[in-house]
């Protein structure tokens, strides 16, 4: 296919907007208004039409198990988990699947995993499979590696025999093998099934107001509103994340809550409505947001303890009434904070409590405090929390994005960092439940506007 060359073409106009915008939409499609170079309207339009491929549904559910493999610790066993990457055309390993950790045991029985079509592209692209034993720090030491593809591991489980490990560099093979204990090809709904017929994404959103952010009148506090127009951390993680869920939220009214401030009554408060009223806490919109968190930096004076437990319990207790009422309906709670929490096994215990629930959590760390502690909520390290009481998340519902260091990376930005976890997270919910997608309830109405020519 013959490129064209750009910069013989002539421009005719540009338009800008969210993919939300457009998989929200009836049948997918969303009329936009063209703008010059200038950024001034022109009398033209551009319809965009979205459209999900059907390979994109099938995926494969697989168990593993290993035998013999080889132990790392001193004064136990080692504690395995699986980790499965997509190999890219430059050898990078790309994480798309972890299983849980096994603890104190050199042969494993994970439960299964999925794959999807998206994740490991064809069945003939390699794959990299790793073993680690687990270490709380992050610095899990690797038990054995092996490359193969989709189509290697479901030839492995007809013929019920096992794979070799290998060390890091692929020179010496182990004792360790893997087995595949079922292999099974299926389809199954996509995150756009559901929003199609009508499930929503609930934003909620919660802002951290203790003293550590420094005096709001001073240029250096980290909620300071220049009257430049230019935001801060916390308008810039609140504008970026509501700009995209917002479409998926029919009414668009929003909880909003602030923690960690001295009210003007005097006393303390780990959770109280940001738009000062005492019996709803919703604001329309992501301006409604701006405007209450503006208002409440001149309302209120910054205080602590910065605890994190009141807002989980506050979001769990809408998303648990919902779901007596329904099940199309998905919680996101946004927490912006910008140090250590002191409640740190009182949030465990509300995270685990609010895994059973339609709820995901989003936190995002601002400014330069060592978020060390932060990252044992997120359970991307392969180990699901626990509460006090000994029991285990039912799933992992958070995902932790410290800022600076994400915009230091310059890779990805902080939204796609924040949302990236957001659809399995949902996914997984709904089909760990048995929720499945119903037709879409608009599907008699007529569209806004004819849908392209079938080509």
């Known amino acids: 296919m013959q490129m064209l060359n750009l910069a013989q073409q002539d421009f005719l106009g540009e338009a800008f907007c969210n993919l939300s915008e457009i998989v929200t939409k009836f049948n997918h499609s969303l009329t936009l208004n063209l703008r010059n170079g200038s950024g001034h309207a022109l009398q033209d339009t551009m319809t965009v039409h979205a459209e999900e491929t059907a390979s994109s549904r099938m995926a494969v559910e697989m168990t593993f198990h290993c035998l013999n493999l080889d132990n790392k610790d001193t004064f136990s066993k080692s504690d395995p988990f699986l980790r499965v990457s997509r190999l890219s055309e430059s050898a990078v390993a790309i994480p798309i699947c972890k299983t849980e950790v096994i603890n104190n045991n050199l042969n494993p029985v994970w439960r299964p995993i999925t794959l999807t079509s998206q994740q490991y592209s064809s069945r003939d692209d390699p794959l990299l499979l790793e073993c680690f034993d687990f270490d709380a720090s992050g610095n899990h030491e690797l038990m054995g590696a092996l490359q193969t593809t989709i189509a290697q591991l479901e030839n492995l489980y007809k013929s019920k025999a096992g794979a070799n490990f290998y060390s890091r560099k692929g020179q010496k093979k182990l004792k360790g093998q893997l087995f595949l204990d079922t292999f099974q090809e299926k389809v199954q709904h996509t995150f756009l099934d559901y929003i199609s017929s009508g499930f929503e994404l609930n934003f909620m959103v919660a802002v951290d107001f203790t003293a550590s952010n420094g005096d709001p009148r001073t240029p250096q506090s980290l909620h300071y509103i220049d009257p430049s127009g230019r935001l801060n951390s916390y308008q810039q993680a609140i504008l970026g994340v509501s700009e995209v869920l917002q479409f998926y939220d029919k009414d668009r009214r929003f909880p909003a809550w602030g923690f960690g401030a001295r009210m003007p009554q005097g006393s303390v408060s780990h959770c109280f409505n940001l738009n000062a009223s005492t019996n709803d806490c919703e604001v329309v919109g992501f301006e409604g947001i701006m405007s209450a968190y503006s208002s ?151 569209p806004a506007y004819p849908p392209p020519p079938q080509l």
């Open 296 to 446: 409440t930096l001149y309302s209120v004076s910054l205080s602590g303890p910065t605890l994190f437990g009141p807002v989980i319990n506050k979001a769990a207790e809408i998303a648990s009434h919902s779901a007596q009422y329904g099940n199309n309906r998905y919680f996101v709670l946004l927490i912006i904070t910008d140090g250590v929490i002191t409640d740190e096994q009182e949030t465990k215990d509300s995270i685990v409590r609010a895994s059973d629930l339609p709820l995901s959590i989003l936190i995002v760390g601002v400014g330069g405090a060592d978020f060390t502690q932060m990252r044992t909520l997120d359970a991307d390290l392969g180990k699901r929390l626990q509460s006090s009481t000994g029991r285990v998340a039912t799933r992992d519902i958070v995902q932790f994005v410290p800022m600076r260091e994400v915009q230091a990376g310059g890779q990805v930005t902080v939204v796609q960092s924040l949302l990236e976890e957001l659809p399995g997270q949902f996914l997984e919910y709904m089909r760990t439940r048995g929720i499945k997608p119903q037709p879409p309830q608009h599907a008699s109405a007529p």
